[in-house]
């Protein structure tokens, strides 16, 4: 199975002000490529030759692990992203309620934890089976799947997604990417 890039759902320069074009031609055309062209390299000959994305995620460890993670997670990033944001649904709304106890204190939490996270990785909000919702920090190309939990939304903190907008101003690019959630898509996971 060759593995392909996802198409994005809105232009390279449709979420900017917020994250520029360069970014998105760097951090979906070149760093997201790079990990789909690396793991199509190295699956050939290996049981994860025929699985789909979130499988070998799953089940793969080393290199193999690391692209494919890096793939699913940008993925479902971009993904999560919107130049048309709408209010939240209420069901997103009535959900992060009740696991945070309101919506603003979800935000402060999220950005503390995304500012939190020592080094590359990504935060995610997930939901665990009995369907209650808390926030994850993943170092590198962790991801949420491994442990059981369903992700729901994520932001990227490696420096790449946001070293050309914000430099090494961090809250400034997950201040920008709270402008740019796709409310819709994250109610629609829950």
Same mark, same amino acid.
């Given at each position: 199975?060759?593995?392909?890039? /996802? &198409?994005?759902?809105?232009?390279?320069?449709? !979420?900017? /002000?917020?994250?520029?074009? $360069?970014?998105?031609?760097?951090?979906?055309?070149? @760093?997201?490529?790079?990990?789909?062209?690396?793991?199509?390299?190295? %699956?050939?000959?290996?049981?994860? $030759?025929?699985?789909?994305?979130?499988? %070998?995620?799953?089940?793969?460890?080393?290199? %193999?692990?690391?692209?494919?993670?890096?793939?699913?997670? @940008?993925?479902?990033?971009?993904?999560?992203?919107? +130049?048309?944001?709408?209010?939240? +649904?209420?069901?997103?709304?009535?959900?992060?309620?009740?696991?945070?106890?309101?919506?603003?204190?979800?935000?402060?939490?999220f950005t503390k934890a995304a500012l939190g996270l020592f080094g590359s990785g990504w935060v995610w909000l997930v939901?665990?089976?009995? @369907?209650?919702?808390?926030?994850? &920090?993943?170092?590198?190309?962790?991801?949420? !799947?491994?442990?059981?939990?369903?992700?729901v939304m994520v932001i990227d903190v490696w420096e790449h997604a946001y070293y050309i907008d914000y430099r090494n101003?961090?809250?400034?690019? %997950?201040?920008?990417?709270?402008?740019?959630?796709?409310?819709?898509?994250?109610?629609?996971?829950?």
């Amino acid at each position: 199975m060759t593995h392909v890039m /996802p &198409q994005l759902a809105y232009g390279l320069d449709a !979420l900017s /002000p917020y994250m520029s074009k $360069e970014t998105l031609e760097f951090h979906y055309g070149k @760093h997201l490529q790079t990990y789909v062209d690396n793991l199509n390299k190295l %699956i050939p000959g290996t049981p994860y $030759e025929d699985m789909p994305l979130e499988e %070998i995620l799953k089940k793969a460890e080393g290199g %193999i692990f690391n692209n494919a993670a890096q793939a699913w997670n @940008h993925t479902f990033f971009f993904q999560s992203l919107t +130049p048309g944001q709408s209010d939240m +649904p209420a069901k997103l709304v009535e959900a992060l309620t009740e696991s945070f106890g309101s919506v603003d204190t979800f935000k402060e939490l999220f950005t503390k934890a995304a500012l939190g996270l020592f080094g590359s990785g990504w935060v995610w909000l997930v939901m665990d089976k009995e @369907h209650k919702l808390s926030i994850v &920090q993943e170092s590198n190309a962790g991801n949420p !799947l491994t442990k059981g939990l369903t992700p729901v939304m994520v932001i990227d903190v490696w420096e790449h997604a946001y070293y050309i907008d914000y430099r090494n101003r961090r809250a400034a690019y %997950i201040e920008a990417f709270w402008k740019v959630v796709d409310w819709n898509v994250v109610a629609e996971r829950i």
